[in-house]
């Protein structure tokens, strides 16, 4: 089964070819990263206008690399949501544009079981069930992933989103955009214990997330030094503040592996590049026993071919989608 997968969710118009859900022969990325840099974050407008502009001449790429022609496509999937809409609806279109003229069947995905399925690209022996953190630019999901196409919510963010949180972090040192890689190769200059900044753990809410209170107490800091007329320690400010965050979701990754009884954990999203959270992973995966995936670099952010194996996950699962799917639902995931 060949699989097309559309991904046009943020600032990345992505297009890939993957066979039978596992297997990449191509994953082409159009980032947009330096037109929003400026801005220091994602300008929607701008956004889906680049999506319109990259769009073919991904696509065509796509193709060309995985070496096929568009009839030897047998099923198209674009991300349907979260996202922003303008740029999602560039993607769709060209989904259902090509499901139409091509007569082959159009599957709406959710970016986050994307995410998660992005794990299978690079772990051929991983199956469901296992405990999974889908850390990103837009959310913090904890989930129970039961099988191919279902998870559970159990935790997410009340407020920023991990990822949010280091580019916000990011922002207020005016280090560069986006924030995480920056803060993730400063703090292996630094020291985690330079600053006491707070791990908010919402004990009522044991499985969500608050990062909000957290990018306050660093931003205060900041503000504090420079009414001082110190010079920011930017590196300890980094690995202090990336520790905090890594404490909160290695914890009660754990945490809920351990009620679930569950003997793997899956990380997945754009924060689950970050170094110091693999390791620290590593770390307390290895002494509890419990197995670690996550995925190949290149697939933690935003990508098409994450889509596509979502995308053929679904078909076999019997979860296709008109032409007439609802758009109204998009931002409402
Ligand atoms: O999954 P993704 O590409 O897009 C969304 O769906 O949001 O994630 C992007 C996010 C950004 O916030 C970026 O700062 C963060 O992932 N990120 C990282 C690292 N690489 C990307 N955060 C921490 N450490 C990293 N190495
Ligand atoms: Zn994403």
């Known amino acids: ?6 991904e046009s969710s943020c600032d990345e118009t992505s297009v890939a070819v993957v066979r039978n859900g ?8 159009a980032t947009q990263i330096e037109v929003h840099q400026k801005f220091g974050g994602v300008v929607p407008e701008i956004a889906s206008r680049k999506h319109v502009e990259a769009f073919n001449p991904v696509l065509d790429q796509a193709l060309e690399e995985a070496n096929i022609s568009l009839e030897d496509i047998d099923i198209i999937g674009a991300t349907r949501g979260p996202g922003l809409i303008g740029a999602l609806l560039v993607g769709l279109s060209g989904a259902k544009a090509l499901s139409f003229a091509l007569k082959k069947p159009f599957i709406g995905v959710n970016h986050m079981d994307g995410h998660v399925c992005a794990n299978y690209l690079s772990h051929p022996e991983l199956e469901p ?17 039961t099988d191919y196409t279902t998870f559970e919510l159990i935790g997410r963010t009340i407020d920023d989103a991990a990822g949010e ?39 009522k809410e044991e499985f969500d997330f608050s990062f909000s209170g957290l990018k306050t107490a660093v931003i205060n800091e900041l503000n504090t030094l420079h009414q001082k007329g110190i010079s920011i320690p930017v590196e300890d400010v980094c690995a202090s503040f990336q520790q905090a965050v890594i404490d909160v979701l290695a914890t009660k990754t754990m945490a809920l592996a351990k009620k679930k009884g569950r003997d793997t954990i899956v990380l997945s999203g754009g924060v689950s590049a970050n170094s110091g959270l693999r390791e620290e992973m590593e770390t307390r995966c290895k002494k509890e026993g419990l197995k670690l995936y996550y995925p190949e670099l290149k697939y933690c952010t935003d990508n098409g071919a994450m ?17 007439g799917m609802a758009e109204a639902n998009l931002g409402l995931e």
């Not at 069930?129 to 992933?145: A, C, E, N, Q, R």
């Not at 580019?167 to 803060?183: C, F, L, N, S």
Request: glycine letters at 12%.
């Open 307 to 323: 889509i596509a194996s979502a995308t053929y996950y679904n078909y076999q699962s019997g979860n296709y989608d008109t032409l």
């Open 22 to 29: 596992r297997e990449v022969l191509s994953n082409i990325i």
């Open 1 to 6: 089964m060949i699989t097309l997968g559309i």
């Open 165 to 203: 949180a280091f580019d916000k972090v990011a922002r207020a040192m005016g280090i560069g955009y986006p924030g995480g890689p920056i803060i993730d190769k400063l703090s292996k200059k630094g020291n985690p214990k330079a600053m006491e900044f707070p791990r908010i753990w919402l004990k």
């Open 129 to 145: 069930p296992f405990t999974g953190l889908i850390v990103s630019g837009g959310h913090t999901y904890l989930i129970d992933v």
